[in-house]
């Protein structure tokens, strides 16, 4: 299974992207999903999940208030709103379906990835 995210690109520090993930049929329906980002040389960190219902959301503190996520299940859809933007936010960003019906902090919970999109901040 391959999701699809797009919207990612370069923007100067104080700005906003959007990021959008798409999974295929209905492979997210029922899971979460999450979104996830790794810069170079970092591990891969987590930055945000959603329940399937959309009944909770988890954030990094790193992007607490700055980044939202929200999902439409009908169409198996995810955004990542991304506000007040920082050089620090520079990363390869990843989307993903969780195992289960809860989105989770751990990559390890997650079974499908998107190929990554890369989100540049200059200062």
């Known amino acids: 299974v391959q999701l699809q995210a797009s919207g990612g690109g370069l923007v100067q520090a104080g700005g906003s992207l959007r990021l959008s993930c798409a999974a295929p049929?209905?492979?997210?329906?029922?899971?979460?999903m999450g979104w996830f980002r790794q810069a170079p040389g970092k591990e891969r960190e987590f930055v945000a999940s959603?329940?399937?219902?959309?009944?909770?959301?988890k954030y990094a503190d790193s992007v607490k208030d700055r980044f939202y996520i929200a999902r439409d299940r009908a169409k198996s859809t995810m955004n990542l709103q991304m506000n007040s933007l920082k050089p620090e936010d520079t990363a390869t960003y990843y989307c993903?379906?969780?195992?289960?019906?809860?989105?989770?902090?751990?990559?390890?919970?997650?079974?499908?990835w998107g190929p990554g999109t890369q989100v540049t901040v200059s200062s």
């Open positions: 959603i329940d399937w219902n959309s009944a909770n959301t």
């Open positions: 993903a379906v969780a195992l289960r019906a809860y989105g989770t902090t751990s990559a390890r919970d997650y079974r499908y």
């Open positions: 049929g209905r492979t997210a329906s029922n899971n979460g």
